[in-house]
């Protein structure tokens, strides 16, 4: 059935990009030319955030359509980066698993940056915040370097992938299936660098809950200064 087959999984990641991509231009319009000039300090935050997602959209479901075989760590890509460039599958999975890690650290920095621009501007934080930022980035694009030099025998890995998956289709067997590991040893960074988002990301958002709660407490600003900043901060949460 067409339903079951790649092409109607790649038909339906091409048809999303088609509806997304224009939803995309709107959105980078919206941040550059109605973001309020009092929300200056959030306006790249928000357009470095847009702007990865996109990269992201685009490197998923036109460049490289990764048709993924679990619960092994393989697949083989459906994208124009296979049949119009011969791009190496290794090098599509680390640009995909990079830019993964790169929307994240750019949702971590949303976060920061309201910290930073409310409540830590004349704090030891200011000093700490570059390096912060450069090591998130830094670990976003090597983090991946280990299972890259792992990369186990590939007739003997694709031997373990039809012995714990019986039941490939043909299909799916004649195509160039590569397979990222079949060590766990090799998952631990990424599942490190998950954690490591998950606390960075919660740890500035208890810390602005924190702050906003003490501030309305000592009546240090306006209810509705408090109002529109608690307004902002839901809307950022909502939208992650």
């Given at each position: ?199 960075e990301t919660y ?36 939208q992650v």
């Amino acid at each position: 059935m067409f339903l079951e087959s790649p092409e109607s999984y790649k038909f339906t990641l091409h048809a999303i990009t088609a509806i997304a991509s224009p939803l995309h231009v709107l959105g980078i319009y919206c941040i550059l030319s109605l973001t309020p000039k009092n929300m200056g300090s959030a306006k790249w935050y928000l357009l470095n955030l847009h702007v990865s997602c996109i990269l992201l959209d685009w490197g998923i479901t036109v460049l490289s359509v990764p048709y993924l075989i679990l619960p092994v760590w393989g697949g083989y890509p459906l994208g124009i980066l296979r049949y119009w460039f011969g791009v190496p599958v290794l090098v599509q999975i680390y640009v995909v698993a990079t830019m993964i890690f790169v929307v994240v650290t750019s949702i971590v920095l949303i976060f920061e940056n309201r910290f930073y621009q409310l409540y830590a501007r004349n704090s030891l934080w200011r000093y700490l915040r570059m390096p912060f930022i450069i090591i998130n980035y830094f670990l976003d694009v090597t983090h991946l370097l280990p299972a890259c030099f792992m990369i186990p025998d590939q007739g003997i890995a694709l031997e373990f992938a039809y012995k714990l998956i019986p039941n490939l289709s043909e299909q799916t067997k004649a195509e160039q299936i590569f397979i990222l590991s079949t060590d766990f040893r090799v998952k631990i960074p990424f599942i490190l660098m998950g954690l490591k988002k998950c606390v960075e990301t919660y740890m500035f958002i208890g810390l602005m809950n924190r702050n906003m709660n003490l501030e309305s407490r000592s009546f240090a600003k306006s209810e509705n200064t408090m109002n529109l900043q608690r307004k902002f901060f839901n809307a950022i949460k909502a939208q992650v």
